[in-house]
């Protein structure tokens, strides 16, 4: 450690054995022969400094330039756990630093050596409890100062700091999701709920304009737009619901033993009609009976979307069909169609709050690409998984995973 001055016209020596403390002459540090020979021992500060050093928040480090520590103050008992015998005379940075911090560590200390930079490098470093301490070290290049001859760190415990900080970046990033939920949100009304309302209000007027002209071919035809305009409403306004409802945390997530293979035929009969009109097949491979823990209602939902969309971008005279699969620790819901597939570079997009991914189906249906949202959220609630596999032209495959508890 060598001769420090410690305020003014104290020097400590800490060059062998236990740290003395003298009155330097004149109030001017000297060298240390000088000081031998010209300092008087200050009487009653040796304990008093001992206790600071033992006491500080930080700790003092001093080690050679291959990283090997051979002096640590006390305080690294309050930090770290360790004794200071246990952390000296051994490879800090390969025994006691974090793997992924071991290399910014020796860089910041080759930085130190060679640049004569201050440090300031932020790593972790083992507690003895087996978790980890986030540390920054500054520091000098005493190394070529034969009264030192070290490389003499001051290590700070940071470790609180780092948890401030990650709370505001997640802070930042929900944020940031709610502000892209709004746009969302906005936009969704703006424009996508506007639409069906707008095809049933004109098309009304045009029924009202048939009824007075007798016109009963047209009436059937505006009748069924009308109709078809509506459904989209409904759906759209159901989905808008549920996802804001989970946005707020005011859904109820009950889940109870249900009967998987039923639900899905449920959900197949609801949607039997726009299959139908597009001449799409439904095919089922399901065993006879699964029952699983889930939210009926969400379930309900999340097939209910996949296989809306799955009819929606399938061509007239296509397939669609609907696999259910259990295996150890869970279930695996599939919808595969034989549609116009989406490209690979849109496969990221389609669960992104911040993507605003949409199509047009086979037949010029409009979507939102909110219920994709909406089954990712209910998924997850069960802690579940959900991905889509597709190739352009070749159709999709969705995929759903609910913990098997049975």
Known sequence: MGLQQAEPGIVIDATNGPIRYFRSMNNKPSSYESNKRNEEFVPGHEEQFKQLIRNSFDMLVLLDQEGIQYYVSDSCEHILGYTPEELMNVSVIDLFIHPDDRAITREGL??????????????????????????????????????????VLNVRDITERKKAEQALKESEARLSELNATKDRFFSIISHDLRSPFNSIVGFSDLLATQVRNKDYQGIERYARIIRESSEKAMELLTNLLEWSRAQTGS?????????????????????????????????????????????????HTILRNLLSNGIKFTHPGGRITIGLEKQTDQVVVSVTDTGIGIPPHDIGRLFQMDQNYSRPGTQKETGTGLGLLLCKEFVELHGGTINAESQPHQGSNFRFTIPNHS
């Open 110 to 151: 080759r930085d130190i050596i060679e640049n004569n930079k201050n440090g300031g490098t932020q790593y972790r470093h083992r507690h003895k409890n087996g978790g980890w301490v986030y540390l920054e070290a500054f520091g000098t290049n005493q190394l070529d100062n034969p009264a030192v001859a070290s490389v």
């Open 251 to 299: 859904i109820d997530f009950a889940p109870e033993y249900i009967e998987l293979v039923t639900t899905i035929q449920e959900v197949v009969e609801l949607l039997d009609e726009p299959a139908r009109q597009k001449s799409i097949t439904i095919k089922q491979e399901l065993p006879s009976n699964l029952p699983v823990m889930a939210d009926k209602a969400m379930i």
